[in-house]
């Protein structure tokens, strides 16, 4: 109502905010809280699935309410038969000591406790459909006294804001430049139900919530601390928010007119396109004009992959002198060399690596095996790597030859004409094999069930396995050099592979050990002088000086007699331990009050503590695992 030409005045309480403690909550209808999740979600929700205005405006209120930025990476994985040792390893992964820093051990913790044991929380979701891992990083982080109350924190209002408890573990690394934690969540409500979190709340309300937390404790961003951040953006050779800010920018010739960017950002785009400059990723064309490389933000996070691996290298050799870094993780030919590190690397991807003090006086990062065979690795080990295996499968080879003669054209009709005498599981296993690599993008399936095969094909196979597939790792000795120095039996020394090694780095120290082990030799009377030649008469000899010595050592431990292993016929008994000495891995079988060594090989592990017997032949043994305790009959291909 208007009186007089004024607007009625309303009386309002002079104060309308009653200050609370405690944790900040969103005020909702009739005074009451409303979740945070809620608004979130449903504000999305409302747009449908494109997402439309609502999203937009949603992601717009997050990132403008809200000052610290925190990066969370988020990832849902889906468990299967071997989940429960992924886990396993994925938590020994997070809690490693050298994670943290030196004068702390790795540990997991969670709301009540500091130190939790990762095998009974692996344990216990072994039946959930699913687990969550979250890579949590505030920018700012450096600058927080400690993250594991942050943490507890941030978990606490995901609870109120899920409204279940959850049951998790959390890790904190401090061996990087930005301190950042690893949270793993069970999939399962307090309730036994499935948790399910919604897209919106992952993207966008958990990334919030961390940021309300660092906000709290930190206090508002000064406009200096801006300029500070802005400052280390222009000048990094990673990929930055600016980079992203940029590419929105690109026309799709990759040119940018600086002058379309707003006037309050020109200076700053136009200094990180100077740095792009530098990096050979950009260069200016005429006045405001400036073209971008193709795929620039790809280059820069492989430059700082490049980065992270060096470091990698330069903490594992320590104070090892002479060796050249080499920062390619990617093997063309093989390399023999010792651990000196390994481990699994990648935000959340858990990719193993190894780094390897070569022969040739280069310490260099290669990819590791899977985890059974990275669980028995040590440092100190030698190893071999060798490239990942190229060659065309023989359906490949069937597929291509098929299509060569029909246009491009494969299908399951056209492999009977080819061949008629195929079985229908013969044909399918081709069908599986092309519909694994349509999901790749090699191979396309016509409407009409008929696959289209590209003339390169075959090359086209190999980039992929090359790309994708781990290197062939082999363990060549289990000890290290100054173990096989004294070592009774043939030792890693003995062979002879040393022979073609540089006298450089790791080769000149094979080189120096080979000299003592010769000298040892001489002293043992195996050989008359250091000249003298290792016959294949005296590596037998080596061979069982060994096992015997192996076998007297276990004798007195078992209280059982030790048999040598016979050079043919069959062997039973129960496997019950594995042994590493500097001749080799060996497995332990024992009957009745005698036992033996046999070649240990990692599928005997399933069958600890269960029957096993193996035929023997010269050059191999075919084992069969039998029935133990709880065990079941599983045989074995044959094996060297």
């Known amino acids: 109502m208007i009186r007089h030409g004024f607007p009625q005045m309303v009386e309002r309480p002079e104060n309308p905010f009653e200050p609370r403690l405690g944790r900040i909550r969103s005020g909702g209808k009739m005074g009451r809280a409303k979740s945070y999740l809620s608004q979130v979600s449903r504000s999305i929700s409302r747009a449908g699935p ?39 390893e994925h938590l020994r992964y997070i809690s490693r000591d050298s994670a943290v820093r030196s004068e702390e051990q790795g540990h997991l913790f969670n709301e009540k406790s500091g130190d939790v044991e990762k095998d009974v929380f692996a344990e216990n979701a072994k039946t959930d459909r699913h687990h969550f891992r979250f890579i949590v990083s505030p920018e700012d982080a450096s600058e927080m ?39 793993v969540i069970r999939g399962k409500r307090a309730g036994g139900e499935d948790l399910v979190i919604p897209r919106a709340y992952i993207a966008h309300g958990l990334r919030g919530r961390a940021q309300e937390l660092v906000d709290l404790e930190l206090g508002p961003q000064t406009q200096l601390e801006k300029d500070l951040k802005m400052a280390r953006q222009v000048g990094a050779d990673h990929p930055t928010d600016l980079d992203r800010h940029l590419k929105k920018l690109m026309n ?19 200094a990180r396109l100077q740095t792009l400059q530098r990096l050979g ?15 620039f933000d790809r280059t820069l996070k492989e430059i700082a992959e490049r980065k992270d691996i060096i470091k990698q290298i330069h903490r594992s050799i320590g104070d090892i002198q002479g060796r050249s870094v080499q920062a390619e993780s990617e093997i063309t030919t093989p390399v023999t060399g010792a651990v ?102 090699i ?36 000890v290290s050099l100054e173990e096989q120095i004294d070592a009774p039996g043939l030792t890693w020394l003995d062979e002879g592979v040393h022979l073609r090694a540089d006298h450089r780095g790791f080769g000149a120290d094979v080189h120096a050990a080979k000299l003592k082990r010769t000298q040892h030799l001489v002293q043992a009377g195996v050989l008359t002088n250091v000249d003298a030649k290792l016959t294949p008469e005296i590596f037998e000899a080596l061979k069982r000086q060994g096992m015997d010595h192996t076998g007297q050592e276990l004798a007195a431990k078992l209280g059982k007699s030790y048999e040598p292993l016979p050079k043919s016929g069959q062997i039973e008994g129960t496997y019950s331990q594995s042994v590493i000495r500097p001749n080799g891995k060996f497995a332990v079988i024992e009957r009745g009050k005698t036992f033996t060594l046999a070649p240990w090989r990692k599928a005997m592990d399933r069958a600890r503590g269960m029957e096993i017997s193996g035929t023997i032949s010269s050059r191999s043994i075919s084992w069969t695992f039998g029935k133990g305790r709880g065990g079941r009959k599983v045989r074995e291909k044959r094996v060297q």
Do not use: C
Not at 64 to 76: D, E, P
């Open 340 to 441: 000196l590190r390994k481990g699994m690397r990648g935000q959340g991807h858990d990719q193993p690596y190894m780094v390897l003090d070569t022969m040739d006086g280069r310490a260099m990062l290669v990819r590791g095996p899977g985890d059974d065979q990275l669980n028995d690795i040590r440092a100190g080990m030698v190893v071999s790597v060798s490239p990942a295996d190229a060659k065309p499968k023989p359906s490949d080879k069937t597929i291509h030859q098929i299509a060569s003669t029909n246009s491009g054209a494969y299908s399951e009709d056209l492999h009977r004409a080819a061949d008629p005498r195929a079985s229908k599981s013969f044909v399918q296993a081709h069908i599986r094999r092309l519909e694994a690599l349509r999901r790749k993008g």
């Open 145 to 183: 006294s400690d993250l594991n109350p942050f943490v507890r924190d941030l978990v606490s209002q995901m609870e109120r804001d899920l409204d279940t408890p959850l049951e998790w573990v959390a890790a904190v690394h401090d061996n990087t430049e930005h301190p950042h934690a690893h949270i």
């Open 252 to 270: 799709e010739t990759g040119e940018i007119n600086l002058a379309s960017s707003g006037l309050q950002y020109q200076a700053t785009h136009k």
């Open 443 to 478: 191979v396309e399936r016509q409407s009409d069930g008929r696959w289209s095969i590209p003339e390169n094909y075959l090359d086209r196979v190999r980039d992929h396995q090359i790309k994708h597939r781990q290197p062939q790792t082999k363990i060549e000795s289990w």
């Open 50 to 88: 494109s997402g439309g205005r609502m999203r937009y405006r949603a992601k717009q209120w997050v990132r403008q309410t809200y000052g610290r930025r925190v990066i969370v990476k988020a990832s849902v994985v889906r468990h299967s038969v071997s989940s429960v040792k992924a886990l396993r």
């Open 281 to 295: 990723l950009a260069k200016r064309v005429k006045g405001s004009r400036w073209q971008i490389a193709e795929g």
